[in-house]
């Protein structure tokens, strides 16, 4: 992929429909650098070291978005990754490593908004990483499921322990970035 002389930071938009890529990509523009593939495998060829944030499709026929997150994680991409999808989280999602989910359909101000919190976590490295990833994959999984539901599964109550050991072993950076106050962070 050819590399753009662009100061603005690098989205790759990816998604099997080509109308709601070039509508997000309309939405973006502007701010970033956007790139667009038209599918998992497209995703693969795109991600390259100038990416900072995946908006990632998770339900695609040539290649799921559950497969393209595994390899970007893989091949130790240091961006960050937004599934933006219409599929409801199960379970699953805990074992996939992307810093925000999203529910289509998504309008301009959430989408920028989105991206912009993205690239505030990247730049404050790994610890805001790992708690804003440990809070999507909780806000996701309370969206859709019941309180008895979740709670009958270890799996959400360890990673419920996680984020609290997170919260207190971090919450003086927390507290700085505003992290409560922005409405994106899961709360204990």
């Known amino acids: 992929m050819p590399t753009t002389t662009r100061d603005e930071p690098r989205v790759l938009i990816v998604d099997d429909e080509e109308p709601l890529v070039d509508l997000?990509?309309?939405?973006?523009?502007?701010?970033?650098?956007?790139?667009?593939a038209y599918g998992g495998k497209e995703a693969i060829e795109a991600v390259d070291e100038t990416v900072a944030v995946v908006l990632l499709d998770r339900r695609m026929p040539d290649l799921s978005g559950d497969d393209v997150l595994e390899w970007i994680r893989t091949n130790d991409y240091d961006c960050r990754v937004v599934m933006v999808t219409a599929v409801d989280p199960?379970?699953?999602?805990?074992?996939?490593?992307?810093?925000?989910?999203?529910?289509?359909?998504?309008?301009?101000?959430?989408?920028?908004?989105?991206?912009?919190?993205?690239?505030?976590?990247?730049?404050y490295g790994d610890t805001f990483q790992k708690l804003n990833?440990?809070?999507?994959?909780?806000?996701?999984?309370?969206?859709?499921?019941?309180?008895?539901?979740?709670?009958?599964?270890?799996?959400y109550t360890e990673l419920k322990e996680k984020a609290g050991r997170l919260l207190t072993k971090h919450g003086d950076l927390l507290e700085e970035l505003d992290y409560f106050e922005a409405g994106s962070a899961w709360e204990l």
């Open 24 to 36: 997000y990509s309309q939405y973006l523009d502007e701010q970033y650098d956007v790139r667009k």
């Open 133 to 155: 990833q440990v809070c999507a994959k909780l806000t996701a999984l309370e969206a859709e499921k019941s309180k008895q539901e979740l709670e009958a599964v270890a799996e």
């Open 90 to 123: 199960a379970i699953d999602i805990v074992k996939l490593s992307f810093d925000e989910y999203l529910y289509k359909p998504i309008d301009r101000s959430t989408l920028v908004a989105a991206v912009d919190h993205q690239l505030t976590a990247k730049e």
